[in-house]
Protein backbone atom coordinates (compact mmCIF):
# COMPACT_ATOMS: atom_id res chain seq x y z
CA UNK A 1 0.00 0.00 0.00
CA UNK A 2 1.28 3.47 -0.55
CA UNK A 3 0.96 6.08 1.84
CA UNK A 4 1.34 9.85 1.73
CA UNK A 5 1.25 12.54 4.75
CA UNK A 6 -1.38 14.89 5.63
CA UNK A 7 -1.20 17.62 8.34
CA UNK A 8 -4.77 17.17 10.32
CA UNK A 9 -6.41 19.28 12.73
CA UNK A 10 -4.99 20.62 15.50
CA UNK A 11 -2.49 20.76 17.74
CA UNK A 12 -0.94 18.69 20.02
CA UNK A 13 -0.26 19.32 23.91
CA UNK A 14 3.44 20.14 22.18
CA UNK A 15 2.06 22.60 20.37
CA UNK A 16 2.91 20.97 17.34
CA UNK A 17 0.47 19.33 14.07
CA UNK A 18 -0.30 15.81 14.45
CA UNK A 19 0.59 14.05 11.25
CA UNK A 20 -1.79 11.56 9.69
CA UNK A 21 -0.82 8.77 7.13
CA UNK A 22 -2.81 8.68 4.53
CA UNK A 23 -4.07 5.17 2.91
CA UNK A 24 -4.06 5.49 -1.32
CA UNK A 25 -6.02 3.61 -3.27
CA UNK A 26 -5.50 2.71 -7.25
CA UNK A 27 -8.11 2.77 -9.45
CA UNK A 28 -7.18 0.68 -12.76
CA UNK A 29 -8.01 -1.21 -15.57
CA UNK A 30 -10.10 -0.70 -18.30
CA UNK A 31 -10.45 3.28 -17.54
CA UNK A 32 -9.85 6.50 -19.54
CA UNK A 33 -8.66 8.20 -16.52
CA UNK A 34 -6.80 5.44 -14.07
CA UNK A 35 -6.13 7.25 -10.14
CA UNK A 36 -4.93 6.83 -7.14
CA UNK A 37 -6.92 8.66 -4.88
CA UNK A 38 -6.69 9.08 -0.55
CA UNK A 39 -10.11 9.63 1.53
CA UNK A 40 -9.77 13.53 0.95
CA UNK A 41 -9.73 12.91 -2.61
CA UNK A 42 -12.98 11.07 -2.42
CA UNK A 43 -14.43 13.91 -0.68
CA UNK A 44 -15.11 15.78 -3.54
CA UNK A 45 -17.77 13.30 -4.68
CA UNK A 46 -21.32 14.11 -3.38
CA UNK A 47 -21.56 12.48 -0.17
CA UNK A 48 -24.42 9.52 0.78
CA UNK A 49 -24.75 8.42 4.68
CA UNK A 50 -26.26 5.13 5.13
CA UNK A 51 -26.57 2.96 8.18
CA UNK A 52 -25.68 -0.83 7.83
CA UNK A 53 -26.47 -4.07 9.69
CA UNK A 54 -24.87 -7.06 8.79
CA UNK A 55 -23.34 -10.71 10.05
CA UNK A 56 -19.92 -11.06 10.53
CA UNK A 57 -18.19 -14.60 10.67
CA UNK A 58 -16.26 -13.32 13.25
CA UNK A 59 -17.69 -11.22 15.43
CA UNK A 60 -21.54 -11.46 14.97
CA UNK A 61 -24.51 -8.67 13.92
CA UNK A 62 -22.81 -5.83 13.30
CA UNK A 63 -24.13 -2.29 13.04
CA UNK A 64 -22.12 0.78 11.67
CA UNK A 65 -22.91 4.57 10.19
CA UNK A 66 -20.80 4.87 7.10
CA UNK A 67 -20.54 7.84 4.86
CA UNK A 68 -18.84 8.64 1.33
CA UNK A 69 -19.11 8.53 -2.23
CA UNK A 70 -21.34 6.01 -3.91
CA UNK A 71 -18.69 2.90 -5.68
CA UNK A 72 -20.71 4.22 -9.47
CA UNK A 73 -20.28 8.06 -9.08
CA UNK A 74 -16.29 7.50 -8.71
CA UNK A 75 -15.98 4.62 -11.47
CA UNK A 76 -17.67 6.68 -14.04
CA UNK A 77 -15.61 9.73 -13.51
CA UNK A 78 -12.83 7.58 -14.18
CA UNK A 79 -14.21 6.64 -17.82
CA UNK A 80 -14.77 3.16 -17.95
CA UNK A 81 -13.82 1.66 -21.05
CA UNK A 82 -17.52 1.12 -22.58
CA UNK A 83 -17.49 0.57 -26.51
CA UNK A 84 -20.74 3.02 -27.59
CA UNK A 85 -20.89 0.93 -30.42
CA UNK A 86 -22.05 -2.15 -28.45
CA UNK A 87 -25.42 -1.90 -26.89
CA UNK A 88 -25.31 -2.80 -23.58
CA UNK A 89 -21.42 -3.04 -23.17
CA UNK A 90 -21.25 -2.19 -19.82
CA UNK A 91 -22.54 -5.44 -18.72
CA UNK A 92 -20.02 -7.37 -19.11
CA UNK A 93 -17.87 -5.22 -17.18
CA UNK A 94 -16.74 -6.38 -13.19
CA UNK A 95 -15.24 -4.86 -10.54
CA UNK A 96 -13.00 -5.85 -8.50
CA UNK A 97 -11.86 -4.54 -4.75
CA UNK A 98 -8.75 -5.37 -2.81
CA UNK A 99 -8.17 -4.89 0.64
CA UNK A 100 -5.13 -4.01 3.36
CA UNK A 101 -5.67 -7.46 4.70
CA UNK A 102 -5.84 -9.63 1.33
CA UNK A 103 -9.73 -10.27 1.42
CA UNK A 104 -11.15 -9.58 -2.33
CA UNK A 105 -15.20 -9.07 -3.28
CA UNK A 106 -16.37 -8.76 -7.43
CA UNK A 107 -18.88 -6.82 -8.33
CA UNK A 108 -20.74 -6.46 -11.61
CA UNK A 109 -20.95 -3.19 -12.90
CA UNK A 110 -24.64 -3.41 -13.39
CA UNK A 111 -24.82 -4.04 -9.57
CA UNK A 112 -24.19 -0.29 -9.11
CA UNK A 113 -25.61 1.16 -12.55
CA UNK A 114 -28.59 3.45 -11.89
CA UNK A 115 -30.11 1.64 -15.10
CA UNK A 116 -29.93 -2.04 -13.87
CA UNK A 117 -29.76 -2.65 -10.26
CA UNK A 118 -29.26 0.67 -8.38
CA UNK A 119 -26.78 -0.81 -5.68
CA UNK A 120 -25.88 2.21 -3.23
CA UNK A 121 -22.64 0.53 -2.76
CA UNK A 122 -20.29 3.40 -1.30
CA UNK A 123 -16.73 3.81 -0.67
CA UNK A 124 -17.02 4.93 2.85
CA UNK A 125 -15.00 7.48 4.23
CA UNK A 126 -16.16 6.94 7.81
CA UNK A 127 -17.46 4.47 10.09
CA UNK A 128 -19.55 6.02 12.84
CA UNK A 129 -18.04 9.29 12.27
CA UNK A 130 -14.76 8.67 12.68
CA UNK A 131 -12.27 9.64 9.59
CA UNK A 132 -10.59 6.46 7.53
CA UNK A 133 -8.36 8.54 6.20
CA UNK A 134 -5.38 6.75 7.92
CA UNK A 135 -7.20 2.91 7.39
CA UNK A 136 -8.71 3.68 4.22
CA UNK A 137 -11.83 3.85 2.49
CA UNK A 138 -14.06 0.85 3.15
CA UNK A 139 -16.42 -0.94 0.31
CA UNK A 140 -20.12 -0.20 1.88
CA UNK A 141 -22.49 -2.54 0.36
CA UNK A 142 -26.36 -2.15 2.58
CA UNK A 143 -27.97 -4.57 0.55
CA UNK A 144 -25.86 -7.33 1.29
CA UNK A 145 -27.01 -9.54 4.59
CA UNK A 146 -23.43 -10.56 5.34
CA UNK A 147 -20.44 -8.60 5.77
CA UNK A 148 -17.88 -10.49 3.55
CA UNK A 149 -17.67 -8.61 0.80
CA UNK A 150 -17.43 -5.04 3.44
CA UNK A 151 -13.92 -4.67 1.88
CA UNK A 152 -12.11 -2.61 4.97
CA UNK A 153 -8.55 -0.91 4.10
CA UNK A 154 -9.06 -0.94 0.03
CA UNK A 155 -6.23 -0.82 -1.85
CA UNK A 156 -7.00 -1.15 -5.41
CA UNK A 157 -10.55 -1.29 -7.79
CA UNK A 158 -10.04 -2.76 -10.78
CA UNK A 159 -12.58 -2.29 -13.80
CA UNK A 160 -12.37 -5.57 -15.99
CA UNK A 161 -14.21 -5.41 -19.76
CA UNK A 162 -12.57 -8.24 -20.97
CA UNK A 163 -15.61 -10.53 -20.06
CA UNK A 164 -16.70 -10.41 -23.91
CA UNK A 165 -18.07 -14.34 -24.22
CA UNK A 166 -17.31 -16.40 -27.02
CA UNK A 167 -20.17 -14.73 -29.57
CA UNK A 168 -23.50 -16.20 -29.95
CA UNK A 169 -24.35 -19.42 -30.09
CA UNK A 170 -23.83 -21.63 -33.04
CA UNK A 171 -27.60 -22.05 -34.60
CA UNK A 172 -26.98 -26.28 -34.59
CA UNK A 173 -27.38 -25.45 -30.64
CA UNK A 174 -30.99 -24.27 -30.58
CA UNK A 175 -32.08 -26.75 -33.10
CA UNK A 176 -34.70 -29.33 -31.51
CA UNK A 177 -33.26 -32.85 -31.39
CA UNK A 178 -35.10 -35.38 -33.96
Excluded at 53 to 75: I, K, M, N, Q, W
Excluded at 127 to 147: F, H, K, M, S, Y
Aim: one cysteine or more; a positive charge.
Amino acid sequence: MCVCTALRGGYRPAGRWSQVTLARLALTGDLVRPARLTVPDLLSWPQHRVAVRFECATSGLRHHRFTGPRLYDVLADAGPGFDPGRRKDRLRFLIAVTGTDGHHALLSWAEIDPDFADAPVLLGVSIDDTPLDAAGPQLVLPQDRCGARHISGITAIRVDGGYGGAGPAPAAAHAPAR
